[in-house]
């Protein structure tokens, strides 16, 4: 009797507590979801920065294209009914099956011109493939949403998905509590909604989700070692490696664990299976995208650096070799085997040896010991600053200052080491992968700030481990000294085996004292509850010596109690922050700015101005050159061609760019004309105060230029070892066509040329643009854009032979600038 | 279908390596062909390769998870065992194929 009501007791309460799981897992995802639209309300649903931009086009391309073909095979079908004309034939053809063919071979021509880009061998392609395909099944339910719509809203949707994620890979660890927690916790944390707020098209928006479901398969084939998760967790992996280039901190990261787990003794065949299938098939998924090819195998470009190289197919070979060995000595006895390992060690060695002596000489050939810039600025942090400029001058690639990890992960910085305390409490496959996880995405997030973005999601985990063992000691030693409610010994069942522990937290820290209240009415209940499964009893048992072994601390009742509203607390103040983080600071689509004065709210839409002006007054073949950052704005916005863009592969083409700003104007007009320039783009910010503006990235455009071209020298620039604009600076500085560009004309607003964001008169005030002419500004001065002057047909006076594009042209004009009056250009 | 599951569970240590030694040698065989003849179209020498080790090692998988000693799989059905096996083989060689261009 007593055995069914428990029965259905506890199935009823299995039921409410499924169903209130649920409702709150749906809650998380509204919440994720709704907390990144701010910049939606604030501002419009448009995308943000500059990388989303170019995604954009290229899920237009994938789309239109696709659509372009559907319509063509409808006109096919009547065409051929009618006509069978050859030319809708012919197109059908060309056009093949799917946009998908088109998308894969597109050489995009609108860019660095005049080299162009292999669009199907750079991009990641997962982001784009996952929101055409999300703009394909909207479609076929009848739901019109435009390509832009859903470009911006896929961010929202994947974080919602990430933080689901997110519950299943710590309920794996530690249970369902701690994975509610967690969940919760991640939909909210700073740092991912600054990389995935609505219209932040990028990459990371889908990988993070992708990251954590592919660790969440990982640890739960590790736990149940079924092949089919294996499986899973092969394909997870290849929609990770799709869209990311962080999928290298995955492969790299499980063979670590899978190293640590078999030197700490933890080896098992579930560990075999969780990792063996893995690489074979992970490695042959991920050499099917074509961005990373056969890097997949290989750590460098020369096939010299063998596949041995790379640690996860080590780690293969290591947990082949430890397999073995298990195998072995099950087999064998004791001094047989004894006998078979002294032999093997003793050949392994020399084998090793040679290995090993091969392998030194051949890295040692290398110059970069095989591996690439980026890698070795996440192991040295200062070798970029010394020999890379350009990854140095990107921000997101400089190492984070204290303060911003307390704005990014917030109250979750010191709840984090609880977390790693309560994992050891007991140390299971899972636990230790997680903690393995934290710890090296902590140092990595310590040399690139981008690198945040991978150590929240350990953080909130380890955060909702170590608040929901907290809240567990604390209802607990409320539930036992609340007098009436002594019916707790089988509610304890299934927190209970995990481990009894104190935290130490800073709100805790006044009732260290912990006493051990071993209640005797407690336990005088339970063996007098005879008639019950076998199970139960057994489970009871094993709790019941858990909880005298381990010696239950329960706290008091006012402590507890306390305790608990303190946390709460505390959970508030990171609902507070998170919000205000996310309205406040990461929701700027910085396409649009705004700013309030005294005269109401500001809206400066200048950018979007100055390329829908270039949409409507140039020809459609010119090209348009700037500075890398705006390229991809421009593509995608302006439709025109750059010369260079955010992609930033090609080093050379980016420090010609740069010499051409950083140089007087003749030499920049021969720069620029033998790229086929028609217009230069610049920012300038010291109208209204926008500090992104390019005289504040001039220092970058002299380093750059001046690390490829020597005759551009930085000292030249500097005064006292600054970069200056007022009278102080250097005449290299006035004559550079960055400060004409910039300051022409500037004189007229304000009779006196003082510029905003540098808070000084600008030294050079009234000069002409003799090779350039200005064509437009926008309203806020924030845009200029100017045209080259196409060279006279007939020069006045005694007829020069014509220069070539030299860049020593600067003697020779002035040289005939002394001879003649008259300026030839103007 | 049945049938060939019992040879596994029977012969549990022996029957299956005979399967392992067969993929090693088609391993040597690629590796000796990619040294002689050059390893230019490289993603099939590389599918080659790991269809061979991949094979292998789902087989050595599936072994484990059959195998009677092995405690951590007591309670998992072995047609369920071999129904993953074929998944995960059915996957790996769809990849294979695409892969070798």
């Known amino acids: 009797m007593a055995t069914l009501e428990n029965g259905k007791g506890t199935t009823l309460r299995y039921a409410v507590g499924n169903m209130l799981s649920i409702f709150i897992l749906l809650l998380i995802g509204v919440l994720a979801f709704s907390i990144r639209l701010f910049s939606v309300i604030k501002y419009?649903?448009?995308?943000?920065?500059?990388?989303?931009?170019?995604?954009?086009?290229?899920?237009?391309?994938?789309?239109?294209?696709?659509?372009?073909?559907?319509?063509?095979?409808?006109?096919?079908?009547?065409?051929?009914?009618?006509?069978?004309?050859?030319?809708?034939?012919?197109?059908?053809?060309?056009?093949?099956?799917?946009?998908?063919?088109?998308?894969?071979?597109?050489?995009?021509?609108?860019?660095?011109?005049?080299?162009?880009?292999?669009?199907g061998g750079t991009v990641y392609p997962g982001l784009t493939l996952t929101a055409g395909s999300l703009w394909r099944i909207l479609n076929s339910l009848n739901i019109p949403l435009s390509v832009e719509t859903v470009c911006v809203f896929t961010a929202p949707i994947f974080s919602a998905n990430a933080a689901w994620a997110t519950y299943l890979l710590t309920k794996e660890v530690k249970g369902t509590g701690a994975g509610l927690m967690a969940a919760a916790l991640l939909a909210m944390v700073p740092s991912y909604i600054s990389r995935s707020v609505a219209g932040s098209y990028d990459n990371e928006a889908v990988a993070i989700f992708a990251l954590i479901f592919t660790f969440y398969l990982y640890i739960k084939t590790l736990n149940t070692g079924s092949l089919f998760y294996a499986t899973l967790n092969a394909l997870s992996y290849f929609y990770m490696v799709c869209s990311w280039g962080g999928y290298t901190f995955i492969i790299n990261l499980i063979p670590m664990h899978v190293l640590l787990c078999i030197v700490t003794g933890r080896y098992s065949s579930r560990l075999y299976i969780a990792y063996a299938p893995l690489v074979v098939l992970g490695t042959l998924l991920a050499s099917l995208v074509p961005v990373v090819g056969f890097n997949a195998v290989m750590t460098s470009e020369h096939f010299a650096s063998f596949l041995l190289m790379v640690l996860h197919m080590q780690v293969f070979i290591i947990?082949?070799?430890?397999?073995?060995?298990?195998?072995?000595?099950?087999?064998?006895?004791?001094?047989?085997?004894?006998?078979a390992v002294t032999l093997v060690v003793s050949v392994g060695m020399v084998v090793c040896c040679a290995v090993i002596a091969v392998l030194a000489a051949l890295v040692a050939s290398s110059p970069t010991k095989g591996w690439s810039g980026r890698s070795l600025s996440l192991l040295d942090p200062t070798y970029a600053s010394k020999y890379i400029p350009i990854i140095a001058s990107v921000s997101e690639h400089q190492p984070p200052t204290w303060p911003s990890y307390f704005m990014d992960i917030n109250v979750l910085a010191f709840l984090v080491p609880a977390g790693i305390i309560a994992c050891f409490l007991p140390l299971s496959?899972?636990?230790?992968?997680?903690?393995?996880?934290?710890?090296?995405?902590?140092?990595?997030?310590?040399?690139?700030?981008?690198?945040?973005?991978?150590?929240?999601?350990a953080a909130?985990?380890?955060?909702?481990?170590?608040?929901?063992?907290?809240?567990?000691?604390?209802?607990?030693?409320?539930?036992?000294?609340?007098?009436?409610?002594?019916?707790?010994?089988?509610?304890?069942?299934?927190?209970?085996?995990?481990?009894?522990?104190?935290?130490?937290?800073?709100?805790?820290?006044?009732?260290?004292?912990?006493?051990?209240?071993?209640?005797?009415?407690?336990?005088?209940?339970?063996p007098s509850k005879k008639n019950r499964?076998?199970?139960?009893?057994?489970?009871?048992?094993?709790?019941?010596?858990?909880?005298?072994?381990?010696?239950?601390?329960?706290?008091?009742?006012?402590?507890?109690?306390?305790?608990?509203?303190?946390?709460?607390?505390?959970?508030?103040?990171?609902?507070?922050?998170?919000?205000?983080?996310?309205?406040?600071?990461?929701?700027?689509?910085?396409?649009?700015?705004?700013?309030?004065?005294?005269?109401?709210?500001?809206?400066?839409?200048?950018?979007?101005?100055?390329?829908?002006?270039?949409?409507?007054?140039?020809e459609v073949d010119d090209k348009v050159a700037s500075w890398w950052d705006y390229g991809y704005q421009t593509t995608a916005m302006a439709n025109r061609t750059v010369i260079v863009d955010n992609?930033?592969?090609?080093?050379?083409?980016?420090?010609?760019?740069?010499?051409?700003?950083?140089?007087?104007?003749?030499?920049?007009?021969?720069?620029?004309?033998?790229?086929?320039?028609?217009?230069?783009?610049?920012?300038?910010?010291?109208?209204?105060?926008?500090?992104?503006?390019?005289?504040?990235?001039?220092?970058?455009?002299?380093?750059?230029?001046?690390?490829?071209?020597?005759?551009?020298?930085?000292?030249?620039?500097?005064?006292?070892?600054?970069?200056?604009?007022?009278?102080?600076?250097?005449?290299?500085?006035?004559?550079?066509?960055?400060?004409?560009?910039?300051y022409y004309r500037f004189v007229e607003v304000d009779g006196k040329g003082f510029d905003r964001v540098r808070r000084t008169e600008i030294g050079k005030k009234y000069f002409k643009l003799t090779h350039f002419e200005?064509?437009?500004?926008?309203?806020?001065?924030?845009?200029?854009?100017?045209?080259?002057?196409?060279?006279?047909?007939?020069?006045?006076?005694?007829?020069k032979k014509s220069k070539s594009s030299s860049k020593a042209t600067t003697t020779a004009s002035s040289k005939r600038g002394g001879r003649r009056k008259k300026n030839p250009w103007y | 279908m049945q049938d060939s599951n019992k040879p596994y569970e029977t012969k549990v240590i022996v029957g299956g390596g005979e399967k392992v030694q067969q993929w090693s040698v088609y391993?040597?065989?690629?590796?000796?062909?990619?040294?002689?003849?050059?390893?230019?179209?490289?993603?099939?020498?590389?599918?080659?390769?790991?269809?061979?080790?991949?094979?292998?090692?789902?087989?050595?998988?599936?072994?484990?998870?059959?195998?009677?000693?092995?405690?951590?799989?007591?309670?998992?059905?072995?047609?369920?065992a071999f129904a993953d096996f074929v998944l995960c083989n059915l996957v790996l060689h769809l990849v294979i194929m695409n892969f070798l261009g």
């Open chain 2, 27 to 80: 391993l040597i065989a690629v590796v000796v062909y990619m040294a002689i003849v050059g390893s230019f179209p490289f993603n099939s020498f590389l599918s080659g390769v790991l269809s061979c080790v991949g094979t292998a090692v789902l087989a050595i998988c599936l072994r484990i998870q059959v195998n009677k000693e092995n405690k951590e799989f007591k309670d998992l059905p072995p047609e369920r």
């Open chain 1, 460 to 526: 909130c985990i380890l955060s909702g481990i170590a608040l929901s063992e907290a809240f567990d000691v604390f209802t607990r030693s409320i539930k036992f000294q609340l007098p009436g409610v002594s019916g707790v010994s089988h509610s304890g069942a299934e927190d209970t085996t995990t481990g009894d522990v104190v935290i130490q937290n800073d709100i805790v820290k006044a009732d260290k004292h912990s006493s051990t209240y071993k209640k005797e009415d407690a336990l005088k209940e339970r």
């Open chain 1, 647 to 742: 992609n930033t592969w090609n080093n050379t083409h980016i420090a010609t760019v740069g010499t051409a700003m950083s140089s007087p104007e003749k030499a920049a007009w021969e720069i620029f004309n033998s790229l086929d320039v028609k217009y230069v783009l610049v920012v300038f910010g010291g109208l209204v105060g926008y500090s992104s503006d390019d005289i504040n990235k001039f220092l970058w455009m002299v380093r750059i230029g001046g690390g490829v071209f020597p005759h551009i020298k930085e000292p030249d620039y500097l005064r006292d070892g600054q970069y200056r604009i007022d009278s102080e600076a250097t005449s290299t500085m006035l004559n550079s066509l960055m400060y004409k560009l910039s």
């Open chain 1, 533 to 618: 499964k076998k199970e139960r009893e057994h489970l009871e048992k094993a709790s019941i010596k858990t909880q005298i072994e381990k010696r239950l601390l329960v706290l008091p009742l006012e402590a507890s109690v306390i305790s608990i509203l303190l946390l709460v607390l505390l959970g508030a103040f990171y609902v507070v922050h998170c919000v205000w983080a996310a309205a406040e600071a990461y929701s700027a689509p910085s396409i649009v700015l705004t700013s309030y004065s005294h005269d109401g709210l500001h809206v400066f839409d200048d950018f979007r101005e100055a390329y829908a002006w270039l949409r409507h007054n140039t």
């Open chain 1, 774 to 799: 200005e064509v437009f500004t926008t309203h806020h001065w924030m845009v200029r854009i100017y045209k080259l002057k196409s060279m006279k047909n007939r020069i006045r006076g005694k007829t």
């Open chain 1, 429 to 457: 496959d899972a636990s230790s992968f997680v903690v393995l996880y934290i710890v090296t995405s902590v140092y990595f997030s310590g040399v690139m700030v981008r690198l945040m973005l991978v150590f929240a999601p």
């Open chain 1, 44 to 119: 419009e649903s448009v995308i943000h920065e500059f990388d989303p931009y170019f995604n954009y086009r290229v899920t237009q391309i994938l789309i239109v294209s696709s659509a372009i073909n559907h319509i063509l095979k409808s006109l096919n079908y009547d065409l051929s009914k009618h006509y069978r004309g050859l030319v809708a034939y012919l197109l059908f053809q060309f056009l093949t099956k799917n946009g998908i063919y088109d998308f894969w071979n597109w050489f995009d021509d609108r860019t660095w011109y005049p080299l162009g880009r292999v669009i």
């Open chain 1, 319 to 339: 947990i082949h070799v430890v397999a073995l060995v298990y195998y072995i000595k099950g087999i064998l006895s004791p001094k047989m085997f004894k006998v």
